[in-house]
């Protein structure tokens, strides 16, 4: 596999259309929002409930044209507001038969169907907009960075955080050098996935395709519960709180440090149980230098599993940090605590002041904007597949060396586990018969 190369936050600032002032992004996109129906993008989704309503409405200034959905309950309240949408079962069909009429795809889906939805809609030269985690498998993830470079393609992953400024204001406080240099950085989540077990001998619900809903994934009897939302605990259709939240809080991570690929996974978690994803995971990665930047040790724990070290940390009233979910980014001058919408700097284990350096980062137009502006405009998004895939990589590489229970040496250029055969297999899967990336 050629290696991908990867575009610093500079360089997008420099040559994307988030390179104007923040005020400038919203005068201009209103006008184009404002643009007369035949010049807006006609769109079709991918999914028509869940997370994907969340997207077509976050592009319902533009045309959505056609959804499709294995769920027909689903497809019947999805397409209210759009009363002339084009409704399918099947998006294969779909793509097919709105090849010529669409000019975008937002996908929303089970982590199982993200790829090869997202696959055929680049292959068409439709650009995308796909939930996280970008795929399902390391492989999947490095062919759609591929797929989306080669066709020139505006792509954005759904990772809505990245988007806010709290994210923002901590990037530019780690590169202006205010805790000095960081070679270790914990990232946690409290999300639960776990005691996933297929049922037999049910019947599936008469709104719900079943075959189409496992689309890739592996010939099994209807089991209830998995649709629409428990498919998450299980392996065949997705990853874990792992693969759930570790693009959203690693994104951090990634975006601040500059990470991209990590070249060691060790992960430490309970007997692997190849149906059901494990009730805690501690995965440590290492990054290697970037530049002039030192190699970086990650650590992810999930599950309520938190690093030891925030026990030692106080806030300004005395009291200790309770936090749920987060980031702690450690420097030789000191630590930062953040989560979605917080910031905090630490010395000597005790919360203090700080000025904040000069806004670098503009303040997003939002998420599914920066979206519609840059496929507008020819700019680029913030988590185009070429960072969001290494992000996916990495995040999933986790996985790996789980279900592997080895630690791994990991060449990202051949996407090749170097020191391990056995845990090869998992960097990809294979397909049913009938579905292809």
């Not at 009233?317 to 702690?328: I, P, R």
């Not at 420097?331 to 700097?345: A, P």
Request: aromatic content about 8%; hydrophobic content about 35%; some cysteine.
């Amino acid at each position: 596999q050629p290696k991908t190369p990867r575009v610093s936050r500079r360089r997008f600032l420099t040559t994307s259309a988030a390179a104007v002032t923040a005020a400038g992004v919203h005068s201009e996109l209103s006008a184009r929002i404002a643009d007369a129906p035949s010049e807006r993008i006609n769109i079709a989704a991918v999914g028509a409930a869940g997370r994907n309503a969340a997207n077509i409405r976050g592009t319902s200034t533009q045309n959505i044209v056609a959804m499709a959905d294995i769920d027909a309950d689903n497809l019947g309240k999805g397409s209210v507001a759009h009363p002339n949408v084009r409704k399918y079962r099947d998006f294969r069909m779909m793509l097919e038969k709105e090849a010529d009429r669409i000019d975008a795809v937002v996908i929303g889906t089970p982590d199982h169907i993200h790829a090869p939805a997202a696959a055929m809609a680049l292959r068409l030269k439709k650009h995308v907009y796909c939930e996280k985690p970008l795929t399902h498998t390391v492989f999947e993830a490095r062919t759609l960075r591929e797929l989306a470079q080669e066709n020139k393609l505006v792509t954005q992953m759904g990772t809505q955080i990245h988007s806010g400024d709290n994210y923002r204001r901590v990037v530019e406080l780690i590169e202006s050098g205010a805790i000095g240099e960081i070679r270790d950085v914990h990232v946690w989540s409290n999300a639960v996935y776990t005691g996933a077990k297929f049922t037999t001998g049910a019947t599936p619900p008469a709104h719900v395709d079943w075959d189409l809903w496992l689309g890739p994934a592996p010939q099994r009897p209807y089991s209830e519960g998995v649709h629409p939302f428990q498919w998450r605990k299980f392996w065949d259709y997705g990853t874990g709180c792992l693969g759930d939240f570790g693009c959203h809080y690693m994104d951090l991570a990634h975006w601040a440090l500059g990470l991209t690929h990590p070249t060691d996974i060790r992960a430490i978690g309970p007997k692997f149980d190849p149906v059901s994803c494990p009730p805690w995971l501690v995965v440590h990665y290492k990054y290697p230098k970037r530049g002039k930047l030192p190699p970086v040790n990650l650590t992810w724990y999930d599950s309520g599993r938190r690093p030891e070290l925030l026990k030692s940390l106080r806030l300004k009233d005395g009291k200790s940090v309770d936090l749920a979910a987060g980031q702690l980014f450690i420097g030789s001058d000191g630590m930062i605590l953040s989560n979605y919408s917080m910031h905090k700097m630490f010395r000597d284990g005790k919360q203090v002041d700080f000025t904040p350096p000069k806004q670098s980062i503009p303040k997003s137009i939002g998420h599914h904007q920066e979206w519609l502006h840059a496929i507008k405009t020819g700019g680029r998004t913030t988590c185009n597949f070429n960072y969001s895939g290494a992000l996916a990589e990495a995040v999933l590489l986790g996985t790996v060396a789980y279900r592997s229970g080895e630690s791994l040496k990991w060449d990202a250029e051949q996407l090749k586990v170097t020191n391990s055969s056995a845990a090869q297999q998992w960097v990809h899967k294979e397909y049913r018969k009938g579905w292809t990336l």
